[in-house]
């Protein structure tokens, strides 16, 4: 079946596998982080960096650094040996892996990031998934909401697909590189190793180890002398 947890992430490489169990889809899981994180204790006191902002129910791994002006609120959890750098804004229920990077600008909001992820630089990613060392270029846009009305819907096997979610914003598998200022539609599913160049107005499925890009042909004109 196409889209399940295995054809887009290495499920080794997240501590939180579980959240998979019993999805037919790999987006079943976004419905599943919020529950899941409600296990999460608060801290008391929660913990201290210097000049960022961090809500009670955060568990923080061994070698995170969270720079000032970052805003988590939480629940989260965050694994070791990531970077949260500078005016990151982690939103509720958030899971990050190890040696992730959330970077300035960059706000998270009901998202799984596995091990490696790199959210480096003024991306939204709200209701979605990103695997194994995905990597989203400066300016990416996870679009979770359709402009009229109804839930995100996938073409699945020639078929349209209610995935019974109102929002849901992409899959980005494994290895996958989405150039900057790309915009991802709701219900965007990247195959892994897959590539999307800059400036792509996306939507649908890409699959594995294809490239996406623009062929939008640029007129160069000469500027003709002004007259003194």
């Known amino acids: 079946m196409q889209f399940t947890a295995k054809s887009i992430f290495d499920l080794a490489q997240t501590e939180h596998a579980a959240l998979f ?17 409600s296990k999460v204790p608060r801290q008391n006191p ?5 000049g960022a902002t961090i809500g009670e129910r955060v568990l923080i791994g061994v070698g995170t650094v969270i720079e000032p002006g970052a805003m988590i609120k939480g629940p989260a959890i965050i694994g070791k040996n990531c970077q949260i ?11 990050i892996g190890d040696d992730c990077v959330v970077g300035n600008s960059s706000e998270l909001k009901n998202a799984l990031l596995f091990n490696g992820a790199q959210v480096p630089h ?46 849901f914003g992409a899959l980005v598998g494994d290895g996958a590189e989405v150039g900057c200022n790309t915009v991802l539609n709701p219900g965007s ?3 892994q190793d897959a590539i999307i160049y800059p400036g792509v107005n996306w939507r649908g499925f890409l699959p594995a180890n294809n490239i996406a890009k623009n062929k939008t042909k640029i007129e160069v004109l000469t500027i003709q002398p002004k007259n003194d």
């Open 21 to 37: 169990d019993g999805c037919n889809y790999a987006w079943e899981a976004l419905g599943k982080i919020a529950p899941y994180l």
């Open 46 to 50: 929660p913990p201290r960096f210097p």
């Open 85 to 95: 750098r500078h005016n990151a804004y982690i939103r509720e229920n958030v899971i």
């Open 122 to 167: 003024y991306n939204y990613v709200g209701d979605s998934i990103l695997g194994h060392k995905a990597h989203l270029g400066a300016g990416v846009i996870c679009s979770n909401l359709k402009s009229l009305s109804g839930n995100v819907s996938i073409l699945v096997d020639g078929r349209r697909l209610d995935t019974g979610l109102r929002k």
């Open 189 to 191: 599913i990247i195959g």
